[in-house]
């Protein structure tokens, strides 16, 4: 059993900056991919970013190629979403994710654990 605790979310002005964090608990946090998803109200939940498990590989949606930027600390057993030149349709909550190895997204099949959410709200 894995648990995801996301950190960070809060409001910024469009053009700024914030760090999300995903602390997980349990064991074997380096055998899994993590990633994250969002889902802004009313939308369905889409994905943002994904990382295997060394770091060595990340995968970006289109939407934030250039702009977000996943990492993770293997001895933290934790993951970073990075997000800058942040944009108002960037407002969402924001979902911390592990998957099986090789998983890459974008899709959620693979995903086995979830946390509960953080909330970005980008003002414009």
């Known amino acids: 059993q894995v648990k995801l605790v996301e950190s960070g979310g809060g409001l910024v002005q469009a053009g700024g900056s914030l760090r999300l964090s995903c602390a997980a608990s349990?064991?074997?946090?380096?055998?899994?991919?993590m990633g994250w998803f969002r889902q802004a109200p009313g939308k369905e939940r889409e994905f943002v970013a994904a990382i295997s498990w060394s770091g060595g590989n990340t995968y970006y949606a289109d939407s934030v190629k250039g702009r977000f930027t996943i990492s993770r600390d293997n001895a933290k057993n934790t993951v970073y979403l990075q997000m800058n030149s942040l944009k108002p349709e960037d407002t969402a909550v924001y979902y911390c994710?592990?998957?099986?190895?090789?998983?890459?997204?974008?899709?959620?099949?693979?995903?086995?654990?979830w946390g509960q959410g953080t909330l970005v709200t980008v003002s414009s």
């Open positions: 349990g064991r074997s946090f380096s055998s899994y991919s």
């Open positions: 994710a592990a998957g099986l190895a090789g998983w890459r997204g974008p899709s959620s099949v693979g995903i086995v654990y």
